[in-house]
């Protein structure tokens, strides 16, 4: 079709190929392949409910134009673990500390903490808030998300 591009890329470690339009965003994208724990929500990049990683990097995925991951690799919450295997160390910590109500604000928390965590093993308070300071939870449970992060911190120092 006019105005579409064929693109291939890794989707939570595996190889995929598709065909999007110039106007699509990688959220929406994500939806074609049924992955919809990256949320559009403010769709401006003032949130953080849609943060994913592209190449280990944390990004918007609502700001993101779905034509230029081509090549790249991209990790959402989906791929942190399967039905028949243990929940990631960071989704478990997020759990254990109740970190969530309406859940909503989640996944971008806990890809935002993946990619804090893998850049800085032992963040301090400070460096936690500042790192997610584009992440808003309207539930307010910031000091168990805290709580969470510095968990996950210390479970992942243990199985390094
Ligand atoms: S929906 Fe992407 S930052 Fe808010
Ligand atoms: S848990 Fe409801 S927005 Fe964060």
Do not use: W
């Not at 994500?30 to 990097?57: H, I, K, P, T, Y």
């Not at 254990?96 to 963040?123: H, R, V, W, Y």
């Not at 510095?150 to 199985?159: D, E, G, I, V, W």
């Amino acid at each position: 079709m006019a105005n579409e591009q064929a693109i291939s890329f890794q989707l939570n470690g595996k190889h995929v190929s598709t065909q999007v339009a110039s106007h699509l965003n990688l959220v929406e994208l994500l939806n074609q392949f049924s992955l919809c724990g990256a949320r559009e929500s403010c769709g401006q990049g003032l949130c953080g409910c849609c943060s994913v990683l592209v190449d280990d990097q944390a990004v918007s995925a609502c700001l993101t134009i779905a034509s230029t991951v081509d090549g790249k690799s991209i990790e959402t919450v989906e791929g942190l673990s399967s039905a028949n295997e243990p929940l990631h160390p960071i989704q478990q910590a997020f759990i254990d500390s109740g970190a969530f109500q309406c859940g909503f604000c989640t996944p971008g928390f806990i890809m935002m903490t993946k990619a804090l965590l893998a850049e800085n093993p032992d963040p301090s308070d400070e460096d936690i808030r500042h790192y997610f300071s584009g992440n808003l939870c309207r539930c307010g449970t910031y000091p168990e998300i805290m709580s969470a992060v510095k968990q996950a911190a210390r479970l992942l120092r243990t199985h390094a």
